[in-house]
DNA sequence: CGGATTGGCACCTATGTGCGAACC
DNA sequence: CTGGTTCGCACATAGGTGCCAATC
């Protein structure tokens, strides 16, 4: 009932910045939709044959479409809509309700992401995320600041990171490009903030950061880190859960954001030359690799001659007053995506000279596969400095182009009336959402290039991008849909809302927890002092073009020891498949070129102006409580997905590409080989599968019997 | 019903290694009992008049016998009965009816001090513990095991540090005296482990730390770390609570354990110079202050010397090296408490000439005040290195005629046949402990000197101790009850069980959450890794003497921006009394001079060693379900407690020495002035406590406010 | 003046970073 | 040999310690 109301609003606002159509909701089978991110996940849904059955019907889908059409195919299999979205009863309504949490719960969370720009400026390379064996940090931090909570209602939030396509890269002539079929993916492993739950009021106090997240590319990793393979896309999910009990997460509403541009390459070595200089600008720890002023590498080299280096080392007080000059030196959290014109500038363009030609020269080009086409759109040109001058972006005329393309996804089905879902809503939405965002970049203290607002024309650096980045295969088409949302979505990302789930509390515990959960216990450090995050990105607001990718999301949690200590959750091993196939689609604004406090700059954000000015870490600010953005859907498991066997059968069903036989619901969620969509035989992967099953058994007894040795408890 | 039956046991246990008798128990008032420790919060206890105005009988009580009187006096006055405790029934019942957590389920809880050992030598010379404004962790990391736990049920965990005594203290002549009466009580804050809530196999599965938990002198703390008062002593008290949620903690019954050989004296700068060394000596931060193996101070003065100097610190390197050499290297959790004959026995030594010389001739000579009493006991003599010897320790026939002693506490009244209660049964589930910690040892590879576990005759060198260092006044009669679990108690503490409160939770709402909770949220640090705790004493196992203090358990809660923003908890500031005056008393293996691997240890290790023999981070074990160290009572709260001014009733009923008329939470709960005990004048101090009120709100307020600016969720 | 407190300091642990040689 | 991975390293941040001079 509910999603209908909305689809038009959607569509309409899409297409008013998008040129992608979206299908006939009815038309769009969500197997498609969830499976195409991570085919490997399908398996796991539960949608009714008949709803799963219908082939794909065009891969350029618009998010919107695809999260209505989802929406109406759960609809049609007779499956419940979520009772929340839709009806704009205030928050205060809550009080006369207020049972216990979850029910009723009037809320319309909006998610920014953090440090925009300088997630941009990576994007624009090609963002590399180095994974070791003893687990890294992901360095653009993953930081998203929530409104629109109900601040007394408790949520959990939690976010992944799932395969963006099934291929395999590398990096060669300084670019990204395919180089096969994706490995076997991983079991993965939902990361829940360690201070889940909270209440609303709570998290969106401050910007939620997931520090404590690591990546490891250790198939037998211990700690609950997020297991990638090397030289493979991924793509990071937030998620948004209302649920005052980890234990029920399983009951509950996902709401899920994802954020086109910090998608990323997983990788042990970093390839890109720039996207290394990137880091060693950009982040603290790694200041100790950033150049005096001068030639960055050329003078390091130098240094590292006996004499000079060993002085250097002797001066720590000298480099570091030297150091602290520039504009680089917060915390961990992030700083100013360009370090400051002066040193900055020459970062990306004394690094490397040879990779500097050659990445350089990529321009528009598109990648032998379409995933890399953002990457190589805004053409840097030769400019390498990512701050010093904006590089050649799209004008007001290729945005427009870009709008129009999409013919898919007309108008969704079921769809009815407008209200707020009309384009109208979209539009008072979106503009009040960059104004919030203006706003609080001031109240930030960025009081850098007020004018840079307006950049969101940026966007368009991104054109090449909203098409390519995400699901290549079956789910390339939502790529298009990222676009939806276009320009000003600035950060602020669609997403489908599935409703409440009808399965009663029984059945899950009769399941038992089969999948996994990654999280940081609360334990250790961080949590005592009181450093405020120097996050100096935050209200970046500049989003330029903005994708809005759908990914589908079963659940693979992996559950860690710090999970177990601090969530209080059993972990029994592998014994039921995480009944909830929720998938929602986000929309956030994507790729938007550093932004340097350039007179430049500030003219081009006058120029732009109006569309992108309104607060951002603004208090209370009246708004829909339904905005288009949301889509309430709901898609209740099958029994069947408690068996592999079962969700085999879903998973053909559904024409998902995952066609894992195994038994184990990790594997049922990996993802072997290409996505083959619409195509429901086991191919050749259960070998694979097999042996992977093993390996991942091996890792579950790990876990578990870490969990008296972890650390994690408040350790030092 | 229940507490009857142990009480046997444990006055049994009690008698048989200590001298001290327990009055009859029925003749022990709960108001002395519960406020003896701390005055303070008496107030906050609900029990019936008629159950309080009994006087105390006998200062040499035992604390099993309180422990049984106190649940006596609230039977007597009609109150209800722990339904845990005594049943024996296995856990697996819990299957049957485990609804939701907290209804009735089975559990037993034992806790262990880890690091006793440490803590020991730290307790022989005083402990000093330093309070800065940006708050300081306690050294000897207060860290316990804990078992005995329902492995399915939620539990959470916290911690408080209350004062020990109403005295002010100086340390003049290298001792510690009593310099007046104590400065007005800051507002108490419990410290909520960040892992809670967590299943009783969490919190078994590894030693629970509360290495988060600061101490600060700074009354306007915004950081939720513990106020104390300089130059005060204190008493850091352990909890368990079965909840589920944090908002539940206000209608759960409460599990306090209290190690005696924890206390300590706050202070703003260390004043007994063998306490700076120890510290030294084993916090590995402190690392830079060791000797590298000379004689330590001198030398560093030495190096002071600008060339010198100068020198060792261009060579970190070389240092670095000899520093690995001793033993101490171990991270944040505690190490052996002897680092070592070969370069700890130094230490102590050359620090001071001065302060040595006067330092160690306190001796056995007691304090003015009794309460430094087992500081002196042990009589460390001229030996000023902890580890070079054995201290004069109990030898097998001093323990026997501690044994033999008490004649108190007999049996407490309805305490009905033995069973798991009686003498041989608290023998065998201390042997049984003692094993457990033996193994544990071994396991956690502390295996040198495997013959230490028979120094739990050490116990005795803390034999003075038992009776002074808590309640100096009205309660100093339980210090001797500590005593009485003495030797073998090796950290198993005793406590009262107060039984589940029958007020419904509309009551809470109705009240707020006036009490104020500290924690510090998972956020940030330290969880992610897994660095196993280095815990090198965890299995001390050679606990000496055990003694148990009982302490009166208001809720004097304090709210921090943590605990908010990860608990989610409301803060409505003052408002209400948190309605849990629950107390309970714990026993604890106490003093225990260090144990060096040198061969005399060895010996008198082999020579006590049956005793001590048993795993210790062993697994599962058949054991006692209930054990005579465990006796349930039941203290509900009376309305009155929720007033200010009923809660003075009570304390005057009681016959406490608490007399804060202030209307708020934690004024009342606040010490001011001597306890005066059974005087029920507000005294003088109501102007005191009106301008500390306002200072309070001052705090609180800044609290609230920091809420949204305090760095701690997953802050780098 | 002397006891208590404070703040800057050197030194330490712990951990995050990219580098570059070694390894495969 | 190449491309990818691994490991120790130097260098960074973050923060825990006691020292000591200055201050109250």
Chains 1, 2 share one sequence.
């Not at 499976?35 to 065009?58: I, R």
């Not at 108008?411 to 203006?438: I, M, N, Q, T, W």
């Not at 905005?627 to 859907?633: A, D, N």
């Amino acid at each position: 009932p509910d999603v209908p109301m909305r689809e038009p609003a959607l569509a309409a606002s899409a297409m008013a910045y998008h040129p992608f159509h979206a299908p006939r909701p009815a038309d769009f089978p969500m197997s498609a939709f969830l499976a195409a991110a991570q085919p490997s996940f399908f398996p796991a849904l539960a949608l009714p044959p008949g709803a799963l059955a219908k082939p794909l019907p065009d891969p350029s889908l618009a998010g919107a479409a695809v999260a209505a059409a989802a929406a109406a195919a759960a609809a049609e299999a007779g499956l419940h809509v979520s009772a929340l979205g839709p009806h704009p009863p205030a928050a205060h309504l809550r009080s006369l309700k207020s049972l216990e949490p979850e029910d009723e719960v009037e809320d319309d969370p909006k998610v920014t992401l953090e440090a925009k720009e300088l997630w941009d400026q990576f994007h624009k390379l090609g963002t590399e995320m180095v994974i070791t064996k003893s687990g890294r940090r992901m360095f653009p931090p993953f930081k998203v600041r929530v409104s629109g909570l109900d601040k007394k209602a408790k949520y959990i939030l939690l976010m992944d990171i799932v395969a963006a396509d099934d291929c395999r890269y590398k990096f060669h002539n300084s670019r990204w490009m395919v180089a096969g079929k994706a490995d076997p993916e991983m079991p993965k492993r939902m990361y829940i903030h360690p201070d889940s739950p909270a209440t609303g009021e709570q998290w969106m106090a401050k910007p939620v950061a997931f520090h404590k997240l690591k990546l490891t590319n250790n198939i037998s990793d211990k700690h609950g880190f997020t297991i990638l393979n090397s030289m493979h896309k991924y793509q990071p999910r937030f998620h948004i859960v209302r649920a005052n009990d980890i234990l029920k997460l399983p009951y509950s509403t996902f709401r899920t954001y994802v954020f086109p541009e910090t998608d990323f390459i997983a990788v042990t070595a970093y390839q890109n030359d720039k996207i290394t200089q990137l880091k060693i600008d950009n982040n603290p720890f790694a200041k100790g690799f950033r150049d005096t002023g001068n030639g960055r590498r050329e003078k390091r080299k130098q240094l590292t001659l006996p004499s000079l280096r060993l002085y250097e080392e002797h001066c720590k007080p000298e480099r570091d007053g030297a150091d602290s000059d520039a504009s680089s030196c917060d915390p961990p959290p992030t700083r100013e995506p360009p370090p400051s014109p002066g040193t900055a500038s020459s970062p990306l363009r004394l690094h490397r000279a040879r990779a500097e030609e050659k990445s350089c020269a990529a321009d528009s080009d598109p990648e032998p596969e379409r995933l890399t086409e953002e990457r190589s759109g805004p053409a840097l040109g030769r400019s390498p400095a990512p701050d010093s001058v904006s590089p050649p972006r799209l004008t007001e005329p290729e945005r427009a182009r870009e709008r129009r393309s999409p013919e898919r996804g007309k108008e969704p089905a079921e769809s009815g009336g407008d209200g707020p879902f009309s384009l109208r809503s979209l539009e008072k939405e979106r503009v009040a959402e960059a104004r919030r965002k203006d706003e609080g970049r001031k109240e930030a203290g960025e009081g850098k290039e007020p004018g840079l607002a307006p950049l969101v024309v940026q966007t368009d650096s991104a054109s090449p991008l909203g098409a390519g980045h995400l699901p290549s295969l079956a789910f390339s088409s939502h790529l298009h849909g990222q676009q939806f949302f276009g320009p000003l979505g600035a950060g602020q990302p669609l997403f489908l809302h599935p409703g409440q789930f009808a399965m009663g509390p029984g059945a899950f515990s009769a399941m038992g927890m089969g999948h996994l959960l990654a999280s940081v216990a609360g334990s250790g450090n961080g949590g005592g002092g009181g450093p405020v995050t120097t996050a100096g990105l935050d209200a970046g607001g500049l989003g330029p073009a903005a994708s809005a990718a759908s990914t589908a999301a079963p659940f693979p949690f992996h559950l860690s020891q710090h999970m177990l200590a601090s969530q209080g959750i059993p972990m029994p091993t592998f014994g039921g498949l995480f009944p909830y196939p929720y998938t929602y689609m986000a929309a956030a604004a994507a790729a938007a070129s550093a932004l340097p406090a350039t007179s430049a700059a500030a003219a081009a954000a006058a120029a732009a102006g109006s569309l992108s000015r309104s607060p951002f870490l603004g208090s209370a600010r009246p708004r829909l409580r339904f905005s288009p953005y949301q889509i309430p859907v709901t898609i209740p498991p099958t029994t069947s997905l408690l068996t592999t066997g079962l969700a085999s059968e879903g998973s053909k069903a559904a024409g998902s590409n995952s066609r894992e036989p195994s038994p184990l619901p990790e594997l049922a969620l990996r993802k072997v080989g290409a996505p083959t969509r619409g195509t429901l035989s086991p191919s050749g992967s259960v070998k694979e599968a097999a042996s992977e099953l093993q390996s991942i058994q091996r890792l579950v007894s790990g876990l578990e019997s870490q969990r008296a040795l972890s650390p994690g408890r408040e350790s030092p």
